[in-house]
């Protein structure tokens, strides 16, 4: 067994180096080198035997060492905003997590409210990162993302670009969208509206073009189409009370969870309509406050899983290959119906008939 202290029991003895461990093990650096680096060819016996001598002699490869050999830091930026909205967080943890499962660390750039999203950018350049992930719903033009992901594996998660020159993942969100007037229009809703959230992203107009134009394929009426101007709570209530007060919508549609809780409670608390025999309420992403007994909310799921996997699956690709061609990648949700646009009784005869239309 291995001991920091020297034969003294005070000094501390030198790090062992992989040359030093490869020469006790009788193999080579290279094999040492290869035991550390996931997705690398060597045996599954040989990087057990090599991980346990690492271990037993206290050796920790060193990253710097191994940044200047390969030229590679094994680190992937992640640009965030909006981080008030829980659906992000819950993303990046399980972005985070299988990065790190491929070799890559996570460091973090927040573009933080009224912060300055070029410098923001400058910053990331700066760093030797080898990948770049923006989860951004704040406004950044498409050469701005070029010129920041310029030389780097990139993937745009939740938004795209219209020149297409960068490679996307997203949820398919006039799938969603359509699929939410559909909802609507299937248990007699005709007076519908639309409330959006920061109203030049690609997400939001995606989900708002697609929603109003199946309303006007349905034949239904568009009462409302209001910008929140961003995706919170606070816009969602504002917006709610303005549906409410015109007395005409029986059908709302919030571009986001956090808007649509804003706008039940407005609905709801401020302006004494009920949920959903007055108006019916749905959102987007399915967060956790939605499962919530008083919300209970109707919305799409976003396939958080499966646009991870494809995230961290097309960052390899491009690692492994600089004739990579950048692709749109949308991927298919699920409604999700439940209480705030089918009353308890009424979807309980539903799922005892055998025709649920989505798990809670």
């Known amino acids: ?73 094994n680190i992937a930026g992640i640009v965030v905003s909006e981080m008030q909205n829980p659906f992000y967080p819950s993303l990046i943890e399980k972005l985070s997590r299988e990065l790190q499962r491929v070799g890559l660390q996570s460091l973090m750039f927040n573009i933080t409210r009224g912060s300055n999203i070029e410098e923001q950018l400058v910053a990331l350049r700066k760093y030797n990162v080898d990948a770049v992930v923006v989860i951004s719903a704040t406004v950044l033009s498409g050469a701005s993302l070029r010129w920041a992901t310029e030389g780097r594996a990139a993937v745009l998660v939740n938004r795209t670009i219209p020149d297409q020159t960068l490679t996307s993942v997203s949820c398919d969100n006039i799938e969603g969208a359509r699929a939410i007037a559909d909802h609507f229009h299937a248990i007699g809703r005709r007076n519908v509206a639309f409330v959006g959230g920061l109203p030049h992203t690609s997400t939001n107009l995606e989900r708002q073009n697609a929603f109003i134009t199946r309303v006007a394929e349905l034949g239904m009426t568009l009462t409302h189409a209001i910008s929140g101007g961003e995706y919170s709570y606070e816009a969602g209530y504002k917006a709610g009370m303005e549906i409410g007060a015109a007395e005409r919508t029986d059908a709302a549609f919030f571009a986001n969870d956090i808007l649509a809780i804003g706008g039940f409670d407005a609905l709801k608390d401020g302006l004494g309509l009920r949920v959903p025999e007055d108006i019916a309420i749905a959102g987007f992403d399915d967060v956790a406050m939605t499962r919530w007994p008083r919300y209970s909310l109707t919305t799409f799921r976003q396939p958080v899983d499966a646009i991870v996997a494809k995230t961290v699956a097309l960052i390899m690709e491009q690692l492994a290959s600089k004739a990579y061609t950048p692709t749109q990648n949308p991927l298919s949700g699920e409604l999700l119906v439940r209480h705030s646009t089918l009353g308890a009784q009424a979807l309980e005869q539903i799922e005892a008939s055998g025709q649920t239309p989505a798990s809670r």
């Open 1 to 73: 067994m291995s001991t920091n202290a020297g034969n003294d029991g005070k000094s501390p003895r030198k790090p062992i180096t992989a040359r030093e461990l490869a020469r006790l093990m009788g193999v080579s650096q290279s094999a040492v080198s290869r035991a550390f680096t996931p997705g690398t060819s060597i045996s599954a016996e040989l990087r057990e035997r090599i991980l346990r001598a690492a271990e037993e002699f206290d050796y920790q490869p060193n990253a710097i060492a191994s940044m200047l050999s390969t030229r590679r830091s």
